[in-house]
């Protein structure tokens, strides 16, 4: 089997899932974040650690007095760990991992994450809530 057939095989290998988050995230956080969990390969998962380091260079070169450029690293640095930690990770749980780096990835997200102070507090929430529902909460962020 190609490489190519691996990974077609292992991204239509379940369906995107379903998830309840209205306790969790506010209704443009949801929506959003719905529409951003895609299928998505080991592969894919792996190569997005390169997009998500390009953007922390572009958070700080594009910062503004009101970044909170220290909570956009932590959030980088947890998704490294996340995807470093290699879990094998089943095909819903790639597509939620996938939506909340997307999500991480927006510019113009439900907060503006370089012109607000808070501006990575719903990324924060975003993928608070996807390690809450992977098990996965060694790797979430302290907002307090």
Known sequence: MSDEQSVSSEVDDGPVPSIDLD????PDEQRRFR?????????????????????????????????DVDMAERIASSFEALLDADLGFAADERALIRGAVEYFLLADDA??????????????????????????????IDLG
């Open 111 to 140: 907060d503006g994450d370089m012109a607000d102070p808070l501006g990575f507090d719903d990324d924060v929430r975003v993928l608070n809530s996807v390690l809450d529902r992977i098990n996965q909460p060694t790797f979430k």
């Open 35 to 67: 529409a951003l969990c895609l299928p998505t390969s080991s592969f894919e998962l792996a190569d997005s650690l390169e997009t998500v380091r390009l953007h922390i260079e572009h958070v700080r070169m594009h910062a503004t007095p009101s970044t």
């Open 23 to 26: 306790d969790l995230l506010h």
